[in-house]
Protein backbone atom coordinates (compact mmCIF):
# COMPACT_ATOMS: atom_id res chain seq x y z
CA UNK A 1 0.00 0.00 0.00
CA UNK A 2 1.06 3.57 -1.08
CA UNK A 3 0.74 5.75 2.05
CA UNK A 4 1.65 9.82 2.05
CA UNK A 5 1.61 11.65 5.16
CA UNK A 6 0.61 15.48 4.48
CA UNK A 7 0.85 18.84 5.53
CA UNK A 8 0.08 22.42 4.72
CA UNK A 9 1.41 25.99 5.57
CA UNK A 10 -1.51 28.73 5.24
CA UNK A 11 -2.09 31.87 6.13
CA UNK A 12 -4.46 31.69 7.78
CA UNK A 13 -7.10 29.57 9.27
CA UNK A 14 -10.28 30.27 6.60
CA UNK A 15 -10.42 29.98 3.11
CA UNK A 16 -13.58 30.73 2.03
CA UNK A 17 -12.17 34.22 3.66
CA UNK A 18 -9.35 34.45 1.96
CA UNK A 19 -6.76 32.31 3.51
CA UNK A 20 -4.50 30.18 1.22
CA UNK A 21 -2.25 28.14 1.11
CA UNK A 22 1.42 28.71 1.25
CA UNK A 23 3.61 25.19 1.66
CA UNK A 24 2.62 21.88 0.75
CA UNK A 25 4.87 18.75 2.18
CA UNK A 26 4.41 15.21 1.37
CA UNK A 27 6.43 12.33 2.64
CA UNK A 28 5.88 8.86 0.82
CA UNK A 29 5.85 5.25 2.42
CA UNK A 30 5.24 2.22 0.66
CA UNK A 31 4.31 -1.10 2.98
CA UNK A 32 5.31 1.22 6.10
CA UNK A 33 8.97 1.55 4.23
CA UNK A 34 10.17 5.46 3.83
CA UNK A 35 10.83 5.62 0.45
CA UNK A 36 12.60 8.86 0.77
CA UNK A 37 10.21 10.04 -2.40
CA UNK A 38 9.27 12.88 -1.10
CA UNK A 39 6.84 16.16 -2.50
CA UNK A 40 7.44 19.46 -1.21
CA UNK A 41 6.66 22.81 -2.33
CA UNK A 42 6.36 26.48 -1.31
CA UNK A 43 3.17 28.61 -3.59
CA UNK A 44 2.54 31.90 -3.65
CA UNK A 45 -0.63 33.01 -1.96
CA UNK A 46 -1.57 36.28 -4.24
CA UNK A 47 -1.93 38.04 -1.16
CA UNK A 48 -0.12 39.24 2.02
CA UNK A 49 0.82 36.33 4.91
CA UNK A 50 -0.24 37.97 8.18
CA UNK A 51 2.34 38.81 10.95
CA UNK A 52 0.13 35.99 13.27
CA UNK A 53 1.21 33.21 10.57
CA UNK A 54 4.37 34.04 10.34
CA UNK A 55 4.91 33.96 13.50
CA UNK A 56 3.89 30.09 13.25
CA UNK A 57 5.51 28.99 10.05
CA UNK A 58 8.53 31.65 9.78
CA UNK A 59 7.31 32.31 5.75
CA UNK A 60 7.33 35.46 5.02
CA UNK A 61 6.30 37.84 1.65
CA UNK A 62 9.98 38.18 0.68
CA UNK A 63 10.49 35.02 0.82
CA UNK A 64 7.09 33.69 -1.08
CA UNK A 65 7.30 36.53 -4.21
CA UNK A 66 9.38 34.35 -6.42
CA UNK A 67 7.26 31.57 -5.87
CA UNK A 68 5.15 29.97 -8.53
CA UNK A 69 1.01 29.79 -7.78
CA UNK A 70 -1.13 27.08 -6.97
CA UNK A 71 -2.58 26.66 -10.55
CA UNK A 72 1.11 26.35 -11.75
CA UNK A 73 2.23 23.57 -9.52
CA UNK A 74 -1.24 21.92 -9.14
CA UNK A 75 -0.66 18.79 -11.44
CA UNK A 76 2.67 18.09 -10.15
CA UNK A 77 0.98 17.67 -6.54
CA UNK A 78 -2.24 15.92 -7.77
CA UNK A 79 -0.17 13.49 -9.68
CA UNK A 80 2.11 12.65 -7.00
CA UNK A 81 -0.72 12.16 -4.30
CA UNK A 82 -3.12 10.46 -6.75
CA UNK A 83 -4.14 6.83 -5.83
CA UNK A 84 -2.73 7.04 -2.46
CA UNK A 85 -3.84 7.03 1.03
CA UNK A 86 -3.11 10.40 2.54
CA UNK A 87 -2.91 10.65 6.54
CA UNK A 88 -3.26 14.32 7.33
CA UNK A 89 -3.19 15.62 11.34
CA UNK A 90 -6.64 17.08 11.38
CA UNK A 91 -6.98 16.00 8.23
CA UNK A 92 -10.65 18.49 7.40
CA UNK A 93 -8.14 21.58 7.69
CA UNK A 94 -5.99 20.84 5.23
CA UNK A 95 -8.67 18.77 2.84
CA UNK A 96 -10.86 22.02 3.02
CA UNK A 97 -8.15 24.24 1.76
CA UNK A 98 -7.20 22.28 -0.90
CA UNK A 99 -10.32 21.66 -2.18
CA UNK A 100 -10.88 25.25 -2.18
CA UNK A 101 -7.80 25.99 -4.00
CA UNK A 102 -8.90 23.33 -6.29
CA UNK A 103 -12.36 24.80 -6.83
CA UNK A 104 -10.59 28.01 -8.13
CA UNK A 105 -8.64 26.58 -11.17
CA UNK A 106 -10.84 27.50 -14.91
CA UNK A 107 -12.85 24.57 -15.03
CA UNK A 108 -11.22 23.08 -12.19
CA UNK A 109 -10.17 19.18 -14.22
CA UNK A 110 -9.26 17.65 -11.01
CA UNK A 111 -12.86 18.04 -8.88
CA UNK A 112 -11.94 17.41 -5.06
CA UNK A 113 -8.76 15.66 -3.77
CA UNK A 114 -10.72 12.46 -1.99
CA UNK A 115 -11.99 12.01 -5.74
CA UNK A 116 -8.20 10.83 -5.93
CA UNK A 117 -7.06 9.87 -2.42
CA UNK A 118 -8.42 8.01 0.73
CA UNK A 119 -8.40 9.91 3.45
CA UNK A 120 -7.04 9.16 6.63
CA UNK A 121 -7.04 11.53 10.01
CA UNK A 122 -4.11 10.83 12.01
CA UNK A 123 -5.83 13.14 14.49
CA UNK A 124 -8.86 10.87 14.67
CA UNK A 125 -7.12 7.95 15.16
CA UNK A 126 -4.79 9.20 18.11
CA UNK A 127 -7.97 10.23 20.07
CA UNK A 128 -9.06 7.05 19.70
CA UNK A 129 -5.64 5.53 20.68
CA UNK A 130 -5.30 7.96 24.01
CA UNK A 131 -8.93 8.76 24.59
CA UNK A 132 -9.04 11.71 27.34
CA UNK A 133 -5.12 12.60 25.81
CA UNK A 134 -3.90 16.07 23.94
CA UNK A 135 -3.31 14.27 20.71
CA UNK A 136 -1.60 17.29 18.67
CA UNK A 137 1.84 16.15 17.19
CA UNK A 138 4.04 17.39 19.94
CA UNK A 139 1.89 15.94 22.69
CA UNK A 140 2.27 12.34 20.34
CA UNK A 141 6.13 12.40 19.70
CA UNK A 142 6.71 13.08 23.78
CA UNK A 143 4.22 10.17 24.43
CA UNK A 144 5.94 7.71 21.99
CA UNK A 145 9.00 9.42 22.88
CA UNK A 146 9.77 10.63 19.17
CA UNK A 147 12.38 13.23 19.06
CA UNK A 148 11.35 16.71 17.37
CA UNK A 149 13.82 18.58 18.86
CA UNK A 150 14.69 20.18 16.01
CA UNK A 151 11.37 21.51 15.59
CA UNK A 152 11.48 24.99 16.17
CA UNK A 153 8.66 26.37 13.89
CA UNK A 154 6.00 25.03 11.78
CA UNK A 155 6.61 23.64 8.50
CA UNK A 156 5.04 21.26 6.23
CA UNK A 157 7.19 18.98 4.95
CA UNK A 158 8.92 18.77 8.59
CA UNK A 159 5.22 18.00 10.12
CA UNK A 160 5.21 15.43 7.91
CA UNK A 161 7.99 14.03 8.20
CA UNK A 162 7.02 13.98 12.49
CA UNK A 163 3.93 12.48 11.56
CA UNK A 164 5.16 9.26 9.85
CA UNK A 165 7.08 8.86 12.84
CA UNK A 166 4.24 8.90 15.19
CA UNK A 167 2.07 7.49 12.48
CA UNK A 168 4.56 3.80 12.42
CA UNK A 169 4.73 4.13 16.28
CA UNK A 170 1.08 4.31 16.92
CA UNK A 171 0.32 1.92 14.77
CA UNK A 172 2.39 -0.48 15.34
CA UNK A 173 6.31 0.35 13.89
CA UNK A 174 7.83 -0.26 10.71
CA UNK A 175 7.58 -3.79 9.23
CA UNK A 176 10.94 -5.80 8.64
CA UNK A 177 12.33 -3.96 11.61
CA UNK A 178 15.74 -4.90 12.37
CA UNK A 179 16.28 -5.90 8.77
CA UNK A 180 19.03 -4.46 6.40
CA UNK A 181 17.63 -1.96 4.05
CA UNK A 182 20.21 -3.62 2.01
CA UNK A 183 18.46 -7.13 1.72
CA UNK A 184 15.47 -6.39 -0.25
CA UNK A 185 14.61 -10.22 -0.74
CA UNK A 186 13.93 -10.47 2.83
CA UNK A 187 12.46 -7.31 3.92
CA UNK A 188 8.50 -7.90 4.86
CA UNK A 189 9.03 -11.62 6.08
CA UNK A 190 9.18 -13.33 9.12
CA UNK A 191 12.37 -14.78 10.45
CA UNK A 192 12.39 -17.83 12.36
CA UNK A 193 14.78 -18.20 15.24
CA UNK A 194 15.44 -22.34 16.19
CA UNK A 195 16.60 -22.83 20.29
CA UNK A 196 18.41 -25.75 20.47
CA UNK A 197 18.24 -27.22 24.14
CA UNK A 198 21.18 -28.54 25.49
CA UNK A 199 19.32 -31.38 27.41
CA UNK A 200 16.39 -33.09 26.86
CA UNK A 201 12.97 -32.28 28.64
CA UNK A 202 12.54 -34.16 31.84
CA UNK A 203 9.40 -36.10 31.78
CA UNK A 204 7.39 -37.42 35.11
CA UNK A 205 5.68 -40.21 35.23
CA UNK A 206 2.38 -40.43 37.36
CA UNK A 207 2.92 -43.30 40.24
CA UNK A 208 0.48 -45.94 40.84
CA UNK A 209 -1.26 -45.01 43.68
CA UNK A 210 -1.77 -41.63 41.85
CA UNK A 211 -3.26 -43.64 38.62
CA UNK A 212 -5.47 -45.26 40.95
CA UNK A 213 -6.59 -42.72 42.78
CA UNK A 214 -7.33 -40.72 39.24
CA UNK A 215 -9.50 -43.47 38.10
CA UNK A 216 -11.20 -43.54 41.36
CA UNK A 217 -11.88 -39.78 40.53
CA UNK A 218 -13.20 -40.53 37.11
CA UNK A 219 -15.85 -43.70 38.35
CA UNK A 220 -17.14 -40.83 40.96
CA UNK A 221 -17.80 -38.71 38.12
CA UNK A 222 -19.43 -40.93 35.69
CA UNK A 223 -21.45 -42.41 38.49
CA UNK A 224 -23.21 -38.96 39.40
CA UNK A 225 -23.29 -37.95 35.88
CA UNK A 226 -24.82 -41.13 34.42
CA UNK A 227 -21.80 -41.33 31.62
CA UNK A 228 -18.58 -43.10 30.92
CA UNK A 229 -15.66 -40.95 31.74
CA UNK A 230 -12.13 -42.05 29.87
CA UNK A 231 -9.78 -39.55 30.66
Known sequence: MRQIMLDTETTGFNPEQGDKIIEIGAVE????????????????????????????????????????????????FMHFVQGAELIIHNAPFDVGFINHELSQLPNNPWGKIEDHCQITDSLKLAKKHYPG????????????EIDNSNRTLHGA???????????????????????????????????????????????????????????????????????????
Open 157 to 231: LLDSEILADVYLRMTGGQTALGLSQDDEASQGTAQTVRVQRKKPLRVIQASEEELSAHQSKLSEIGESSGQSIQW
Open 29 to 76: LVKRQLTHNNYHQYVHPERSVPADAIAIHGITDEFLKDKPVFADIVDA
Open 133 to 144: QRASLDALCKRL
